[in-house]
């Protein structure tokens, strides 16, 4: 059997794995059908944009799976594990990808809230009397 290259991507509490296999270009997310599973046609376009870099759409199989965080942020984690995948099966690619922000972690996540304030930042309101 042909070796997977695996890659791993993460966003907010998203994160997602992803496994190329060379294959006819099917992709299946969590067992289910690509289209079925992100039906957000931007989230699809998002996903798939390294793979048209690249010009691999046809040449890989790809095995998803993706858990915690929204649909947003799963799009987003997986987008940077077929980075990841990608690079790893050429390292050619890895100057284009970075300059056009496709290996870039974006780290940010949700402020925790404070003890004394309502939330993270919002304050109970203030009355003088």
């Known amino acids: 059997m042909a070796e ?3 890659g791993t991507g993460r966003r907010k509490t ?3 794995s992803v496994r190329l296999r060379r294959g006819k270009g099917a992709i299946k997310v969590n067992g289910r059908d690509f289209k079925d599973y992100f039906f957000s046609e931007f989230q699809r376009k998002s996903i798939l944009a390294p ?3 690249a010009s691999m759409k046809d040449k ?7 858990k915690g965080g929204g649909l947003d942020a799963q799009a987003e984690a997986t987008r940077l594990g077929l ?3 990608l690079v790893k099966e050429n390292e050619d690619l890895h100057k284009n990808f970075k300059e ?3 290996l870039t972690r ?3 996540k ?3 809230k404070k003890y004394g304030l309502a939330g993270a930042r919002k304050k109970f309101q203030f009355s003088k009397r």
């Open 110 to 112: 949700k402020e925790r």
């Open 4 to 6: 997977d290259i695996l």
């Open 83 to 85: 980075s990841r995948a």
């Open 51 to 53: 793979l048209e870099m």
């Open 100 to 102: 056009l922000g496709l």
């Open 106 to 108: 974006d780290s940010r």
């Open 14 to 16: 998203a994160v997602s």
């Open 60 to 66: 890989f199989d790809i095995i998803i799976n993706a």
